[in-house]
């Protein structure tokens, strides 16, 4: 499984922005999708999870209800829409995957599939 991130950039307090992690490779219906990021000093932390097939999704606490994660089949693209950005926002933002959709877990050691991350700055 191949991950390629985009969408990152400077944004002020309040705004929004979208991620896309284009995905290729096989079984894609047997994956669970997700996103973690990596803010500078501090340890990679869990934002969101979807399973690819069925859609089940699973938030951090401090992005749920701003945070929204979604796929697209057709377009093989897993997207994370994030608003009323804030400054604790700001970090490297990884896609990853990992082979089995029956449960998301929020610890980056069972997610064995990465994409190179993108940078999102939220300015105060």
């Known amino acids: 499984v191949q991950l390629q991130a985009s969408g990152g950039g400077l944004v002020q307090t309040g705004g929004s922005l979208r991620l896309s992690c284009v995905v290729s490779?096989?079984?894609?219906?047997?994956?669970?999708m997700g996103w973690f990021r990596q803010a500078p000093g501090k340890e990679r932390e869990f934002v969101a999870a979807?399973?690819?097939?069925?859609?089940?999704?699973r938030y951090a606490d401090s992005v749920k209800g701003r945070f929204t994660i979604s796929r697209d089949y057709i377009n093989d693209t897993m997207y994370l829409r994030m608003s009323s950005l804030k400054p604790e926002d700001t970090a490297v933002y990884y896609c990853?995957?990992?082979?089995?959709?029956?449960?998301?877990?929020?610890?980056?050691?069972?997610?064995?599939?990465w994409g190179q991350g993108t940078q999102v700055t939220v300015s105060s």
């Open positions: 990853t995957s990992r082979q089995g959709s029956t449960w998301l877990p929020i610890d980056s050691n069972d997610y064995p599939y």
């Open positions: 490779g096989r079984n894609l219906n047997s994956h669970g």
């Open positions: 979807i399973t690819w097939r069925g859609g089940s999704t």
